[in-house]
């Protein structure tokens, strides 16, 4: 089995300032691994994904986060944040296969105050 | 990336009715269709996982015979909650995976009202 922890449920944080979106999973055996964005009455955007190889993970709207294997942790960060960043962050796990099922964290709502 | 639409985007019915929620992956084969639900504020919870062609597999809590879904071919799978309650009321997303792609994709969520 596995599962995803999402520590932080808000995370307020300055326009322009960076920020880190912490994640933890554990698992079994190997993963794939999520970061979902949604915003309010809609559905999951995917951010970037970690599957194999660079642990440094680049994705849309100048997101990255890093695999960190020994920790077990898929931080997400930005360097500068904007008021559109303002959402709801997902974390996520699935095992490799198009058939299997992902697991998403509790989420973090992050909330960029101007 | 590949699009998964849902629909409708928002529904509100009467208690005692029947409302069925469609999910149609638009540019690939979906070989897996899952159906989440989300209440206020919180994560999405898996309800059921379907095939195409097969009988869904549902979670461990969630009631099959309420919550119908069929997935009839490789491009539709369809929701539907029977006997609505209040409580059912919540957002209902479906994600779809194909076996050679990496992610899920997610429709654009439905908001059911039961009154």
């Known amino acids: 089995a596995q599962s995803v922890t999402q520590l932080d449920s808000q995370v307020p944080v300055f326009e322009e300032a960076p920020v880190e979106l912490r994640c933890n999973y554990s698992s079994s055996v190997s993963v794939y691994l999520f970061w979902y964005v949604q915003y309010p009455n809609q559905g999951l955007q995917l951010l970037l994904k970690?599957?194999?190889?660079?642990?440094l993970v680049k994705g849309i709207n100048g997101f990255e986060a890093e695999f960190n294997k020994s920790q077990t942790s898929f931080h997400l960060r930005k360097p500068s944040v904007h008021i559109s960043d303002t959402a709801e962050y997902f974390c996520?796990?699935?095992?490799?296969?198009?058939?299997?099922?992902?697991?998403f964290g509790t989420g973090t709502k992050l909330q960029v105050i101007p | 990336g590949a699009v998964v639409s849902q629909h409708p985007s928002r529904v509100i019915c009467k208690s005692g009715t029947s409302v069925k929620i469609e999910c149609r992956s638009l540019?690939?084969?979906?070989?897996?269709m899952f159906w989440y639900r989300q209440f206020p504020k919180q994560s999405l919870m898996l309800m059921a996982t379907s095939n195409e062609g097969s009988k869904a597999t549902y979670e461990q809590g969630v009631e099959k015979d309420k919550f119908l879904i069929n997935h009839a071919s490789l491009t539709l799978s369809t929701l539907t909650v029977t006997s609505a309650h209040p409580e059912d009321s919540s957002f209902y997303i479906c994600s779809a995976r194909s076996t050679g792609f990496t992610e899920a994709f997610f429709g654009q969520g439905t908001r059911l009202t039961v009154v």
């Open positions: 970690y599957l194999s190889g660079s642990t």
């Open positions: 540019d690939f084969q979906a070989t897996t």
């Open positions: 996520a796990v699935s095992e490799p296969g198009g058939y299997q099922k992902v697991t």
